[in-house]
C-alpha cells in the first residue's frame, strides 16, 4: 500500500460530519457467514453477532477477531460480503476498511515510540518541537465569537494524544470556533466522508499547524475534554520531531515492522479492488434513508491517491489481520514476532490514562494514547460496557478494536456502515463478548 490515502463522499453527497462520527434472507446469511476455515464458532456470540448484522441489513459483510497474548494467532468469524451488490466474501486479510478514527491509536503509539526512544515525554510542551504553538489564547464566550485571551497553561503532548489541548473538530457545530476552521481549511481530512468540496481545501500539515495556531482553543490545554483534531496535531508534531513525512514514520516504526503491508493512507490500483464498500445511511439534510447508499468502493474510491493532508486522526486504510497485528502488539506490552517495539512499561502507560487529574472522558473514563482507558469496573451489571483497563478506540464506519488487559484479549471488528445512529454498536459487541468469554471478577 502506498503508506497513505483517503476517501469520498461521493455522489455530490455531503454528509453532517459532528453526528457522522458521534455515532460511531437468514438462509442466505447462514451460507455466507462462518469462521475462517469453516470450523464451528469458537465464539458463537459473536458469529452470531456479526450474522445478524448482515441479516437485518445493516452492513453487507463483517469481520470480527479475537486475540490472545503471545504468538499471532487470531480467531477469525465472517459474515456477508464487500458489497450489498456484488462484492466479494468478507476475508480477514483480503478485504481493506476505512478505519478512520482508529487511525489516532496508531498515532499515539508512534509518539509513545518517540517517548521510548527519549526524544520527548508525554510532559514536553509542543511549543519546544512546535513554537508556533507557544502563545496560545483561548476564547472568552466560545458561543459568542472569537474574543480570547492569554492561555493560563502550557499545552504538552500529553494533552494531544488525549483530546485535551483545546482544540475542536471542524464539524462540531455552527459556533465561530466551528466556522473558523472551516474558513481555514481546518477539515479532518483533505478529501472523502470527512470533507466537503463546499469548505476550504485543507493544506498540507506544515501549513495546517501554521493556521491552527492562529486561532484560539476551546479552553485552557489540560483543563477539559474535547474531541478534536489533537491526534492530527500529533502527527504533525511527529513530523517536526523526525524530519520525516507521517506515512513514512507509520511505516518505520509500525507498519514494516508489525507487517502491515496493507495499511496505508492510500490505496495501490490492485488494493482498490479489494475496499470493501463504503456506505452512507444519511442524505445531505442527514434524514435517514431507508437504505444504505455506496458512497465508496472499488469502482470508484477518493483512496486512490495520496492525500494533500496525511490525517493522523482519521486517514487509514487496513485490513482485519493488519490492524489485529498492531493489536496483539499492544496486547504483548509492545512485543511482536519477537521484537520489542515499545517497551512493555511504555506500552502499559500508553493504555493507561493520560488526562490530567480531574478530568475525564464522558464523565467517568480516561484517555489513553489516542483511545479511552476504562477507570471503572461495571460489567457485572452493565454488561455492555468495557471491563476496566481496557484501551481502544472505533472509527466513523463503525470499526472497533480494544485491548482487555482484563480477559487477557483483544478484539478487531471491522465492516462499513456510516451515520446509522441504530446499527453497529459496542455495547453489543460487549454484550457478545461478555456472552462468549464470561464476566468480570
Request: aromatic share 8%; with cysteine.
Amino acid at each position: 500500500m502506498g503508506n497513505g490515502g483517503a476517501a469520498g463522499a461521493g455522489a455530490g453527497l455531503t454528509l453532517d460530519r459532528r453526528r457522522l462520527l458521534a455515532g460511531f434472507g437468514a438462509a442466505a446469511v447462514a451460507a455466507a457467514a462462518g469462521p475462517v476455515a469453516g470450523r464451528a464458532a469458537p465464539y458463537p456470540a459473536l458469529q452470531a453477532l456479526i450474522n445478524a448484522y448482515v441479516a437485518e441489513g445493516l452492513v453487507p459483510g463483517a469481520v470480527v477477531g479475537v486475540i490472545k497474548p503471545g504468538a499471532f494467532a487470531p480467531v477469525w468469524m465472517t459474515a456477508g460480503r464487500t458489497e450489498f451488490d456484488g462484492g466479494a466474501p468478507v476475508s480477514p486479510a483480503q478485504s481493506l476498511w476505512r478505519v478512520f478514527s482508529m487511525t489516532k491509536l496508531v498515532t499515539g503509539i508512534a509518539v509513545m515510540q518517540q517517548v521510548a526512544a527519549g526524544k520527548l515525554s508525554i510532559d514536553t510542551p509542543v511549543a519546544d518541537i512546535m513554537p508556533e504553538f507557544r502563545e496560545m489564547r483561548v476564547l472568552l464566550d466560545p458561543a459568542k465569537g472569537l474574543d480570547s485571551r492569554p492561555a493560563k497553561t502550557v499545552m504538552r503532548v500529553r494533552h494531544l494524544i488525549t483530546h485535551t489541548a483545546g482544540f475542536s473538530y471542524a464539524f462540531n457545530g455552527a459556533t465561530p470556533l466551528d466556522k473558523e476552521y472551516r474558513r481555514q481549511g481546518l477539515q479532518p481530512m483533505s478529501n472523502g466522508a470527512l470533507s466537503s468540496a463546499t469548505e476550504a481545501p485543507v493544506p498540507a500539515l506544515t501549513e495546517y499547524m501554521a493556521r491552527l495556531a492562529t486561532i484560539p482553543l476551546l479552553s485552557d490545554p489540560g483543563t477539559n475534554y474535547f474531541y478534536s483534531i489533537g491526534l492530527d496535531v500529533a502527527g504533525g508534531l511527529l513530523e517536526r520531531l523526525t524530519g520525516k513525512t507521517l506515512d513514512g514514520i507509520f511505516a518505520e516504526q509500525l507498519f514494516e515492522p508489525l507487517g502491515m503491508r496493507d495499511t496505508g493512507f492510500w490505496v495501490t490500483p490492485a488494493q482498490q479492488k479489494r475496499l470493501a464498500g463504503l456506505y452512507t445511511w444519511r442524505n445531505a439534510k442527514w434524514e435517514l434513508l431507508p437504505k444504505p447508499t455506496l458512497i465508496d468502493g472499488p469502482g470508484k474510491t477518493d483512496w486512490d491517491r495520496k492525500p494533500v493532508m496525511l490525517s493522523g486522526g482519521a486517514g487509514l486504510i487496513s485490513s482485519a489481520s493488519d490492524f489485529a497485528r498492531f493489536m496483539q502488539m499492544m496486547l504483548n506490552l509492545g512485543q511482536f514476532g519477537g521484537r520489542q517495539l515499545l517497551p512493555p512499561g511504555v506500552a502499559r502507560l500508553a493504555m493507561s490514562n493520560l488526562m490530567e487529574p480531574g478530568v475525564f472522558f464522558d464523565t467517568t473514563q480516561g484517555f489513553g494514547a489516542g483511545g479511552r482507558s476504562m477507570l471503572f469496573e461495571t460489567t457485572a451489571r452493565e454488561p455492555g460496557k468495557y471491563p476496566v483497563g481496557t484501551w481502544g478506540w472505533g472509527g466513523a464506519a463503525s470499526t472497533l478494536c480494544h485491548v482487555d488487559p482484563i480477559r487477557q484479549q483483544a478484539v478487531v471488528l471491522m465492516l462499513q456502515s456510516l451515520g446509522n445512529e441504530n446499527g453497529p454498536k459496542e455495547e453489543r459487541l460487549n454484550k457478545a463478548l461478555g456472552a462468549d468469554t464470561g464476566g468480570v471478577g
